[in-house]
């Protein structure tokens, strides 16, 4: 059974910086497209940062030179580094995994797992 859970979220103020990590379990990042969603009070779920296989990655537009993803492979760990953070990144953050040797995405529907979130607040 896969299980991912997320760790590192918390409130900062703007210009400031998180690291968030997602540990897997019956599941191996290394070999997979995985990514970073996030979802605000309101609003539907986006895809923040993804890194597939061959480690080719993409971001949305509002966090690209901010916002880094990377993986440790010895630790089969994801993380999301994010850097000089605006009150809009507030959200809760979901680690995504999706099938083994697939393109990077941003979609949705291209994930099958799902971690169970971590709060990001930042305020003003």
């Known amino acids: 059974q896969v299980q991912l859970v997320e760790s590192g979220g918390g409130s900062v103020q703007s210009g400031g910086s998180l690291r968030l990590s997602c540990a897997a379990s019956?599941?191996?990042?290394?070999?997979?497209?995985v990514g970073w969603f996030r979802q605000a009070p309101d609003k539907e779920r986006e895809g923040v940062a993804a890194i597939d296989s061959r480690s080719r990655t993409r971001y949305i537009d509002s966090v690209k030179g901010r916002f880094t993803i990377s993986q440790d492979i010895g630790k089969n760990l994801l993380y999301l580094q994010m850097n000089s953070l605006k009150p809009e990144d507030t959200a809760v953050y979901y680690c995504a995994g999706g099938p083994t040797y697939s393109y990077v995405s941003l979609e949705r529907a291209a994930y099958n797992y799902w971690g169970q979130g971590t709060q990001v607040t930042v305020s003003s």
């Open positions: 019956g599941y191996t990042f290394r070999d997979s497209r």
